[in-house]
């Protein structure tokens, strides 16, 4: 929907707001042409899904076209990235793994493609390898077609070492270490007071995941712009530091701030002594 964005951003220009966006896409319509009215828009980091080799992407990430090549289209979508004049752009390859993604057949596939679609020198790229699962409980916990992707229980440290040990001997930069090695550690969007979602009924949530449970509806927006917030919006930006916390590099991380709605719903925070 390119022409909200266009939209979006002039009335923003209007009201003097500087902005930035960002969008998570298959990439299947990002040509140079698209590109280019995303950029001027105020769209500078990018995340696709790079699943594997073609028939381990195609496998995973059907498209509903007939006439669409998923794996095709992804590839030619990181291509345009990487060969952009945007130095100001970065983009998150994310790969979804289980234990058939590190067969040897496989994994150099995977390898083979990312080093034909981006070079290792171009730091706008990050590489995210995670493990394919049930997160939140929010995906198809009883469809069996789903469920056989699913990174086996106990095998998704291995996986996610072997791939991402490929990757840096290839040169590339892992996200997961950017986003760990940021002050107070990985932090989600959804425990920081600045961070709503507002979606078309203009009610307001904190979680992109669970946009379906009551607990997420954190206030609403009024149609003149102000801000209504719930009671809710407490639990989600609760601070669960304590005075030994505060200098320490993992704070937001072992507070709990990594999944703000797993700690709500189990009402409890994890802490490790990290001495």
């Not at 381990?56 to 590839?75: G, P, T, W, Y």
């Not at 070079?119 to 077609?145: C, E, H, M, Q």
Request: proline share 3%.
């Amino acid at each position: 929907n390119i022409r909200f964005m266009e939209e979006l951003r002039e009335k923003l220009e209007e009201k003097n707001i500087k902005f930035q966006a960002s969008i998570t896409t298959s990439g299947t319509l990002l040509t140079d042409f698209n590109l280019e009215k995303l950029y001027l828009s105020g769209v500078r980091s990018f995340q696709i899904t790079l699943d594997g080799p073609k028939r381990i992407h195609n496998k995973l990430r059907k498209s509903k076209s007939v006439s669409i090549d998923s794996f095709e289209a992804c590839c030619n979508a990181i291509r345009t990235l990487a060969k952009s004049e945007f130095h100001d752009i970065n983009v998150v390859l994310r790969t979804n793994l289980n234990l058939e993604s590190i067969e040897v057949e496989n994994l150099e596939g995977l390898i083979s493609t990312i080093k034909d679609i981006v070079p290792n020198s171009d730091r706008r790229f990050l590489i995210f390898p995670k493990p394919i699962g049930d997160y939140l409980g929010a995906n198809l916990k009883t469809n069996l077609i789903a469920t056989e992707s699913y990174c086996k229980q106990g095998s998704a440290s291995k996986v996610i070492e072997i791939v991402e040990k490929r990757l840096i001997a290839e040169g590339y930069a892992l996200a997961d270490a950017f986003l760990l090695t940021k002050k107070g550690g990985y932090s989600c969007y959804a425990g920081k007071i600045n961070s709503l979602v507002i979606t078309p009924d203009l009610k307001l949530r904190k979680c992109t995941v669970a946009l379906d449970d009551p607990i997420n509806i954190v206030g609403s927006l009024s149609k003149d712009g102000e801000i209504n917030f719930s009671k809710n919006i407490e639990i989600w930006t609760k601070d669960y530091s304590d005075n030994n916390c505060s200098s320490c590099f993992a704070q937001n991380t072992c507070q709990g701030n990594s999944c703000p709605l797993v700690n709500i719903k189990n009402n409890s925070k994890p802490y490790r002594d990290w001495e």
